[in-house]
C-alpha cells in the first residue's frame, strides 16, 4: 500500500495519476468526495485509489471502523500477486484546532488514521506544490 | 530565473529571500523589491517600516515599488541585469481576487490567477531573475466559505506552476531554508 498526503491543492492527484500512469492502468478510483468507500469485495480491479480519505472520515470519525476499513484492503492486497492499494489524505492537522468538538474530532480522527496508514504502508509520499518528497 | 521561497507566517521566509537576492545580485544590478502588501492598518504599517529599516541596513540600493495589485504595469522599468523580489504573492492574489465583486465565480478567479502567472514569466523574462515570496496555509483545513475556498484552490495552482518554472523552490521555517528543488544560493 501507499500512502500519499500533502495540503490542500498541492496536486496530489495529479502526481498519483502521472505517477502510476493511470490513463493507461486499469484501476478503480474511489472519491471520498463524490461517493461511500467501497469494500474489497465490491471492486473487480488490481489497483484501488481512496482519494479524500478525510471527507469520509469526517462523516464518520470512528477510529476503530477506519482500523478495520484499512486492515481489510491490507489483507486484501495481500490476497494476491499485483494487488496495489493508494491511499491519497489532505493534511488537515497542521492548522489551529478550532473550538466546536465535531471539528475538533475530525482532525483527531484524521491525523490518527493517517498515522495507522503510514504505518501500514510500505511507502509514503508528501506532495508540496506538486513535487513528491519521500518519507517511507 | 524563478526562485520560490514559501513558508508559515514569521517563518524569516523574507529574509532568506532578501540574502538569496542579494546572491543574485552582480555589482551592476539594481535589487527592486516589489510589495504587494496592501497597508491597511497599524500593525502592517510597522512591519512595513521594520522590513524596510531591515533592507535600508544593507549596503546593496534596493528601490521599492508598492503595488499591491497590477504587477505587469513594472514590466517596463526592469533592466535585464535586474533582480527582483516579489513579497508576497498571497498578498497579491488575494488584493486581485477581492478588490471587485466577481470572486463568487471559479472561472473568474481562474483568470486572475493565470494572469498573475503570465507576468510572473514576464518579469522572469525580463530580469536577471525574480524571487517570489508566498505563504504555507494549505495544512489546516479548508475552509468552506466560497471566498477563501477560491482563493486556496487558486494559490494551491499557482504554487505549482511556479514551483513547475522554477529552478529553485524554498520552504522557510524557523529561518531555516529547506531546498525542495535545484540549488539553496546559501
Not at chain 1, 484492503?73 to 496495489?84: F, K, N, P, S, V
Not at chain 2, 516579489?86 to 492574489?93: A, E, I
Not at chain 2, 473568474?108 to 531573475?129: D, G, P
Request: hydrophobic share 40%; proline share 2%.
Amino acid at each position: 500500500m501507499h500512502f500519499v498526503v500533502g495540503g490542500a491543492f498541492q496536486g496530489k492527484r495529479k502526481w498519483v495519476v502521472e505517477h502510476y500512469r493511470l490513463t493507461e492502468v486499469a484501476h478503480v478510483w474511489c472519491s471520498g468526495y463524490t461517493q461511500a468507500a467501497v469494500l474489497p469485495g465490491e471492486v473487480h480491479a488490481n489497483m484501488v485509489v481512496f482519494e479524500g480519505l478525510e471527507a469520509w472520515i469526517r462523516r464518520l470519525p470512528e477510529r476503530a471502523y477506519w482500523e478495520s476499513f484499512f486492515q481489510a484492503w491490507y489483507e486484501w492486497e495481500r490476497g494476491a500477486d499485483g494487488r496495489y492499494v493508494i491511499w491519497i489524505g489532505c493534511d488537515i492537522t497542521q492548522g489551529i484546532v478550532p473550538l466546536e468538538k465535531e471539528e475538533r474530532q475530525w482532525r483527531d480522527v484524521t491525523g490518527w488514521c493517517y498515522q495507522q496508514l503510514a504505518k501500514q504502508c510500505t511507502r509514503v509520499d508528501r506532495i508540496w506544490c506538486g513535487l513528491a518528497e519521500r518519507m517511507k | 530565473m524563478i526562485v520560490f521561497i514559501s513558508g508559515g507566517v514569521r517563518s524569516g521566509k523574507s529574509g532568506v529571500a532578501e540574502r538569496i537576492v542579494r546572491s543574485l545580485a552582480s555589482p551592476t544590478s539594481t535589487i527592486h523589491y516589489i510589495a504587494t502588501a496592501n497597508v491597511t492598518d497599524d500593525e502592517m504599517r510597522e512591519r512595513v517600516i521594520r522590513h524596510q529599516q531591515a533592507r535600508r541596513l544593507q549596503p546593496v540600493e534596493w528601490v521599492t515599488w508598492e503595488q499591491p495589485r497590477h504587477v505587469h504595469e513594472l514590466i517596463g522599468t526592469f533592466r535585464t541585469e535586474d533582480v527582483l523580489l516579489l513579497d508576497c504573492l498571497t498578498n497579491w492574489l488575494a488584493n486581485e481576487l477581492f478588490h471587485a465583486p466577481g470572486w463568487e465565480n471559479e472561472a473568474y478567479c481562474r483568470q486572475k490567477a493565470e494572469h498573475i502567472l503570465a507576468t510572473i514569466n514576464q518579469l522572469s523574462a525580463v530580469a536577471k531573475a525574480v524571487v517570489i515570496v508566498s505563504n504555507e496555509l494549505f495544512s489546516g483545513g479548508v475552509l468552506h466559505d466560497t471566498g477563501t475556498y477560491h482563493f486556496m484552490k487558486m494559490l494551491g495552482w499557482l504554487h505549482q506552476q511556479v514551483v513547475r518554472a522554477a529552478s529553485s523552490a524554498i520552504v522557510v521555517q524557523h529561518g531555516i531554508p529547506i531546498v525542495k528543488k535545484g540549488e539553496g544560493f546559501m
